[in-house]
Structures are given as structure tokens and as C-alpha cells.
């Protein structure tokens, strides 16, 4: 029983023994810590800080390397006797090469080169002075204020003169013999559209009707936009705006050019630097992607070309200037007449929007077709001769050819049709495809590329208002000019995520690569193109005079046929006259202001004006200038020849009645020889002296 009793109260009175138990401790605990000395008393915690500021200072302040530092042992380099050690003998039989392993790729081999870009070439420029449709919110120009010019006498229709026994021009003789018209003077412009017209794109060789085509029949004389060379403006919006723009008249004065990339050229050099190589993407990466160009000027009036140093060199255009200017200053744009085939997106500028007057001189190029490469193909295939029965020839001409095919963004092969993967231009029985994509290795990226594309340029005078032009160009003097274009970089491309793989890549590209890749890290700056070398200078060109003039028909050409020495020759009996029309610009009222004149051999095209007759360029009212214009020029009328009926006609056939080519040897305001062709200039002629409105 005593012990149950026990059991029951150790059971019942458990945690009062615990609770004694942690109350004993805790004052054995407060027992002993009483007994512990106060630590303050013992440390002082200011000496203490003090202490470890000065251990810091000694620390970072004060030089312990010459305590800490043992003794460096010096070393001896005995070179003789380690270049006596090289002279040894290696045997070569412990590094004789093994057999070739022919399973292994050859772009395995092949190290990605940086393609080689040819210079551009065929650099033509032409000076242009005449009227631009500028935006303006008001559409006030100066030459709106002026009255409309009053009716003209309208001359009576003359029957052409019978000629009896014309001589019969030999087969490739000039007006004036051999020698005239294959240099820069030239029958007529260069290259103006040789059937005499055809508005910028109105369509080529086509006059206005005769008759009175020409003018409305509103009270205002006006011309027809039809019988003009040059843009008919129109309202347009302001960039990233719905506010109207509306064109305004004012004063153009350009040096504007075109160059020819060689596109063809450029095609096979990204075929031999990269096609063979690994990670070979045409699509991608691998084809020449134009991005920018630079035209530089130099002043070759006082020095020849030969005589310039880097420092003549100039910097006038590139593409985002012009681009800037066509945003803020262009009101349109004039028609474009070059084929899309030979178009480069921010290298073939826009025609700005001149007015009236002719742009195909500086807005086309001789090595620049101006049929697209399906017509030219087409035409070749057709001058082919004939071997084929009609079921192969059906099947050759339905085939399309393979022009245009281009394995670009955005572009299709031939009419736009997508070959086999998706993409333009696969295709094929060599074609092997690697998870779903054409093997393109030793492939070019475009197959029957255009030989050239088009680079268009423009050197503007005081276009520009947000900045002062430093050199602008200037009338008298002579320039030339050369040009560069630049593409993306294939081997360190805009994208980092396309760049190629650094193993890939030749010694020559991989340390040119690595160097573009470090400063990129260090300026946060991706240089990624690359720029062909500098072309060619131009041939020096000039801006054109404040006078100009051009040829009309030649006339009142009287004599007879004699036979001299077996030869017949005409004798006159009075001498040939043309009329011509003279003008000289007038900056304010931007245009030129214009009248006849008669000529004949020694005429110096010099006149006074009175109340001359100026071509509102926007509206093509005509208007008459209030004041007296004296029109100085010192060109001269040296010889002319025309106005002879061509043979092979009845003599009695007056009323269709056909002469022979009008032509006037002169020389300019600058002394240069010049022959005018009446055919060549007779549209600008036809307008500018209001021939269809005087019936002539």
C-alpha cells in the first residue's frame, strides 16, 4: 500500500517537481552571475574603439610590403644556351600525317570570307535650274499675284513651199558632217526622249494634238498639263499628319545625278566569300542588303581631277539628308521612270517634284534599262531564230524565263510565283533539304540578277533652312563627283542573333569581327555595315546659265539644185532663218520668263522683253510680267540647215509635205560648241512659244 501511495503521488504532483526543478537552476544561475566582475569597469569601450582605428590605419594607410615580402630570388636566362637546344633534330617520323578522311564536308573546310563590293560606276550628273513644288499651308507663291497675260495673234497656216530635186541626205551624215552630236553638246539632250516628248510619265513620243490641243478653252489661257515635260502637282498630307500640304512655286536650283551599282558583281562575290562556307543562309543573312550611300563633291574649276587631294572632297548627300528633305520640303513626288527591277528602298532617291520643264536628264542612267528584265528577256528570246516545232516553242515561251528570281526579303522570281519551300526562287532537281529547308551551298543568293541597280543623288542649293549650307553649289564653276554605297554586314550582321558562329569565319573576317564585336561592348554602338570603295569622279558638270533658248523649225529656205562636178548642190538665194524661243529665269517668280526671236546666221540671242509671257508653274495660267526683261545672252547662231523636203515625195504633195531634219550650230554663254536639234527640243519649243495657240 506504501508504495501505490507513492506511485499515486509522484503521479499527481509530476510537474510541481518540475516547476521546483527550473526554479532551483535559475537561482543557482542569478547566485553565480552576482559573483561575476563588471566588465566596464575592467574595459574601457572608447580605449577599445580607439585601439581598432589605429590597427585599421596601419592596416590600409601604411606600406607593409617591404616587411612582409621576402627576398626575390633572381633568375638567370642563359639564351645561347637554350638556342644551342634548338638546334636539335625532331623526328620526323612521330608527326607524319595520316590518310585523309574523305567523309569529312567540305564547308567544314571553308572559312566564311568578307565579300569584296565593287565600286559603283557610270556616275552621271546634270545641273537643273527651274521651279519645285514645295508644301506650303498656305499655297502663296509670288508668280500668283501677277496678271494674266492677254490673247495672242494667231498667224495665218502657211502651205509648205514646194521644192523641186532635193538631195538626197547620205546614210549617216550629220547636219554639219561627221564629228557633231557624240560629245557632251550633243543633237539635242543627251538623254532626253529622242521622239521629241512624251511628258515624265505621260507615256513616251506622245504630242499634244494639234490644233489648239494644247490650251483649255476657259477665258484664262492655260496650258494643257499634257503639252508640259514636267510634274502636275496636287494636294498632300503632312508626314505623320492629316494637315493638308498644299504646293507652292518656288526656285530649284540642283546638281542632280544617278550612278549604277553593280548588282550582278556583287551577287557572285557573296556566292564565292560565303556560299561554300558553313551556315550558309542567302535568306537570312547572305545576300547583299543595301542599306545607305554617300556622294562627295570637289571644285574642279582652277585644278584637273588628277590634281585633288582627300581635303577637295566634300560630303553633300546621302540618304537620309535626302530623305529628310523629300519629308519636310517635297510636295509629291514626280513620276518614277525607271522599272522597279532596278530599284534599291533608301538608295534610288525620288524624283523631286519639278515642274514643267524636263527631269529625264539627271533622273535615268545609260547602264539603267528602262524596260523591266522580263521585257528585255523577251525580246532577246524573240530575235532568236526559229529551229523549234510549235509544240517547244509553245513551251519555251510559256516557261516565263527565269528573270527577277531572288531569294530576298519580299522579292518573288519571275511574276511572283513562290517555289518549292515556301520561298521565292527554290526549286529544282539539285535541291537537297535539311530539316524542311534547301541546302543553298555553293548557290547564289539570286539567280539572273539585274547587272546593275540604280543609285539616284541630288546636290541641293538652300533647300535646306534648318541649317546653313557651308559650300553651297555655285553658277560658273565646275564639279565633279563620286559616290560609295553601303550593304549589311553578313558576317557581323544589324541582328546579334544571326551573326554567324566565330569558327566559321576566315582569319581576316574573324579579327575584323572581333573588333567591330569589342567595340560594340564598350559603346553600345552595333557597327554593321560595310561600304564599297569610292567610285570614279564624274565628268565635271556645271549648273546651267540664267538664259536658255531652243530651236524651232527652220525656215524661209529658197534656191535652186545646180549640178557641180557630177554633184548636185543647192544654192540659196536667200538665207535660211529659224525662230527660237529665249528666255532668262526669273528667281522670284521661279520660272523663266520667255519670247521669240527670228534667227539667222550671226544672231547673238540678245533681246529686250517687253511685258514678256511667264508659265505659272502650279495652275499652267499663263501671266505677262509688268516690267521690261533683258534676256543678255551671249550664244550664237553660227550656221542652220533644215527646212528641205525630204526626197522620195511628189512634188506636188504640199499638203504633206515632209522636210528634212531642222538643225542650228551654235555656240553658248560659255563658249561651247552646241548643235540644237529642232526634233529633239520641239516639245519644250512647242510650249514655251505657245506654237499651237498662234496656229504655227
Known amino acids: 500500500m506504501d508504495t501505490e501511495k507513492a506511485k499515486e ?39 577599445e574603439k580607439s585601439k581598432a582605428t589605429n590597427v585599421r590605419r596601419r592596416i590600409t594607410e601604411v606600406d607593409n610590403r617591404a616587411s612582409i615580402m621576402s627576398e626575390r ?3 638567370v636566362f642563359d639564351i645561347k644556351q637554350q638556342t ?6 625532331i623526328a620526323s617520323k612521330d608527326y607524319a600525317m595520316g590518310t585523309l578522311d574523305s567523309t569529312i564536308n567540305v564547308s567544314n573546310k571553308v572559312r566564311r570570307e568578307d565579300p569584296a563590293l565593287a565600286k559603283p560606276v557610270g556616275i552621271m550628273a546634270h545641273g537643273f535650274l527651274g521651279s519645285m513644288a514645295l508644301a506650303s499651308p498656305t499655297g502663296m507663291y509670288e508668280i500668283k499675284n501677277l496678271e494674266a497675260a492677254g490673247e495672242l495673234e494667231k498667224e495665218e497656216k502657211r502651205r509648205p513651199r514646194r521644192r523641186t530635186k532635193p538631195k538626197a541626205p547620205e546614210p549617216g551624215e550629220g547636219a554639219f558632217g561627221e564629228g557633231y552630236g557624240e560629245d557632251g553638246g550633243g543633237f539635242g539632250e543627251i538623254f532626253g526622249d529622242s521622239s521629241g516628248g512624251g511628258g515624265e510619265g505621260e507615256g513616251e513620243g506622245m504630242f ?4 489648239g490641243g494644247n490650251f483649255s478653252n476657259n477665258p484664262v489661257r492655260r496650258l494643257a498639263s499634257e503639252a508640259t515635260n514636267g510634274f502636275t502637282p496636287a494636294e498632300t498630307n503632312a508626314p505623320n499628319s492629316t494637315r493638308k500640304q498644299i504646293p507652292a512655286a518656288f526656285p530649284a536650283m540642283f546638281i542632280g545625278g544617278t550612278a549604277a551599282i553593280p548588282h550582278a558583281d556583287l551577287i557572285n562575290a557573296y556566292q564565292k566569300a560565303l556560299s561554300y562556307a558553313a551556315d550558309y543562309q542567302p535568306i537570312r543573312r547572305d545576300r547583299p542588303v543595301y542599306l545607305a550611300y554617300e556622294v562627295q563633291r570637289a571644285d574642279v574649276t582652277n585644278k584637273s581631277v588628277d590634281q585633288l587631294t582627300d581635303k577637295d572632297w566634300i560630303l553633300r548627300d546621302t540618304n537620309t539628308q535626302t530623305i529628310k528633305l523629300a519629308a519636310n520640303y517635297w510636295c509629291g513626288f514626280a513620276p518614277e521612270v525607271v522599272p522597279p527591277d532596278y530599284w534599291v528602298n533608301g538608295v534610288t532617291m525620288w524624283i523631286p517634284p519639278v515642274l514643267v520643264d524636263p527631269y529625264k536628264s539627271f533622273a535615268i542612267n545609260p547602264l539603267i534599262p528602262l524596260k523591266t ?11 532568236q531564230p526559229v529551229e523549234e516545232t510549235d509544240v517547244e516553242q509553245e513551251i519555251i515561251i510559256g516557261g516565263g524565263g527565269t528573270s527577277g528570281v531572288n531569294y530576298g526579303e519580299g522579292m518573288m522570281g519571275g511574276e511572283g510565283e513562290m517555289g518549292m519551300g515556301g520561298e521565292a526562287g527554290f526549286g ?15 548557290l547564289p543568293a539570286e539567280e539572273d540578277p539585274v547587272q546593275h541597280k540604280l543609285l539616284r543623288f541630288y546636290d541641293f542649293r538652300g533647300l535646306d533652312q534648318s541649317k546653313p549650307d557651308k559650300a553651297p553649289i555655285q553658277m560658273g564653276r565646275k564639279y565633279v563627283y563620286r559616290i560609295r554605297y553601303a550593304v549589311e554586314d553578313p558576317n557581323f550582321p544589324r541582328e546579334r542573333i544571326a551573326e554567324p558562329k566565330s569558327k566559321h569565319l576566315a582569319t581576316a573576317a574573324f579579327n575584323r569581327v572581333s573588333a567591330l564585336r569589342a567595340k560594340s561592348e564598350q559603346s553600345n554602338n552595333r557597327e554593321f555595315t560595310l561600304w564599297s570603295p569610292w567610285s ?34 543647192f544654192l540659196e538665194s536667200t538665207p535660211p532663218s529659224a525662230e527660237m524661243v529665249i528666255g532668262k529665269f526669273q528667281f522670284p517668280l521661279a520660272n523663266f520668263a520667255n519670247t521669240r526671236m527670228d534667227v539667222t546666221r550671226g544672231s547673238v540671242l540678245t533681246a529686250k522683253a517687253e511685258k514678256p509671257e511667264i508659265i505659272d508653274p502650279i495652275t499652267l495660267e499663263v501671266k505677262a510680267i509688268d516690267n521690261e526683261v533683258v534676256i543678255d545672252s551671249s550664244a550664237t547662231v553660227i550656221d542652220l540647215k533644215g527646212g528641205l523636203k525630204m526626197p522620195l515625195q511628189e512634188d506636188n504633195d504640199d499638203e504633206d509635205l515632209i522636210t528634212e531634219p531642222d538643225f542650228i550650230l551654235m555656240t553658248d554663254s560659255n ?26
Do not use: C
Open 428 to 442: 529544282g532537281d539539285d535541291m537537297r533539304y535539311q530539316g524542311g529547308v534547301a541546302s543553298m551551298q555553293g
Open 373 to 383: 528584265q522580263r521585257e528585255l528577256e523577251m525580246e532577246a528570246l524573240a530575235e
Open 208 to 211: 499634244p494634238p494639234m490644233g
Open 536 to 569: 570614279d569622279p564624274s565628268a565635271p558638270v556645271s549648273l546651267p546659265g540664267l538664259e536658255q533658248s531652243f530651236a524651232g523649225p527652220v525656215e524661209k529656205v529658197s534656191g535652186r539644185w545646180i549640178d557641180k562636178d557630177e554633184t548636185e548642190v
Open 671 to 696: 563658249g561651247n560648241l552646241k548643235v540644237r536639234d529642232a526634233i529633239e527640243e520641239q516639245r519644250i519649243y512647242r510650249y514655251r512659244s505657245f506654237a499651237t495657240e498662234r496656229n504655227k
Open 9 to 47: 503521488f509522484i503521479i499527481h504532483n509530476f510537474e510541481k517537481a518540475i516547476v521546483g526543478v527550473v526554479v532551483l537552476m535559475a537561482l543557482v544561475l542569478i547566485f553565480l552571475g552576482s559573483r561575476k566582475p563588471v566588465i566596464t569597469s575592467t574595459y574601457d569601450p572608447d580605449a
Open 84 to 89: 644551342a637546344g634548338f638546334k636539335n633534330s
Open 73 to 75: 630570388r633572381e633568375t
